[in-house]
């Protein structure tokens, strides 16, 4: 996963009449944005808003899943462990 090290600022945009905000075209290219991709929207604070790439999620999220597949092995073999130690006792 990439690591978020580095906040760069972008320029100034604006709302629109219709609500919509124009994301710079420096952002766009670097971004690889292209016209009717799907940019998921995150509030933040209530003074800050995030746009994100929706594979973008969609991998993190698959990785998150893997991590808790493992985190759940781990748990079930302490568990496990626990009962194996309550039998001998």
Aim: hydrophobic residues 40%; positive net charge.
């Amino acid at each position: 996963m990439e690591e978020l090290d580095v906040i760069k600022f972008h320029g100034v945009t604006h709302v629109g009449e219709r609500g919509q905000v124009v994301i710079p075209v420096g952002v766009r290219d670097l971004m690889k944005l292209g016209k009717g991709e799907k940019l998921l929207v995150f509030e933040v604070g209530r003074e800050t808003i995030v746009f994100t790439k929706l594979p973008h999620i969609q991998k993190m999220m698959s990785q998150i899943g893997v991590q808790f597949k493992s985190l759940k092995n781990i748990l079930n073999v302490q568990k496990s462990n626990q009962r194996k130690k309550r039998i001998k006792s």
